[in-house]
């Protein structure tokens, strides 16, 4: 009966079978479902890049996009990182 199974188990896994259990929901939290949408010439905006770019420690542009896009939509806001 094990060998049955521990077949069963390897043929799926050649077959590439993909149970749900293996890849967990992650959830997205209210920012992500609905971040601020913010203009592009605001004092504001020039502050927040400015701390992103601390937090992030100058790792460059996608770094600092990405994570103000985690929270924030800002219009044009390659612009305002370059």
């Known amino acids: 009966m094990r060998g049955s199974k521990l077949l069963a188990e390897s043929c799926e896994l050649l077959a590439g079978a993909v149970r749900p259990e293996d890849f967990p929901i992650r959830r997205l939290t209210a920012f992500q479902k609905h971040p601020m ?3 592009r010439n ?3 905006i020039i502050l ?3 701390d992103q770019y601390i937090l992030t420690f100058h790792g460059g542009s996608q770094l600092m996009l990405g994570s103000l896009s985690l929270k924030y ?3 044009k806001a390659k612009d305002n990182i370059k």
Do not use: T
């Open 37 to 39: 949408v913010l203009s």
């Open 42 to 44: 605001d004092l504001f």
């Open 48 to 50: 927040l890049v400015r």
């Open 73 to 75: 939509w800002i219009l």
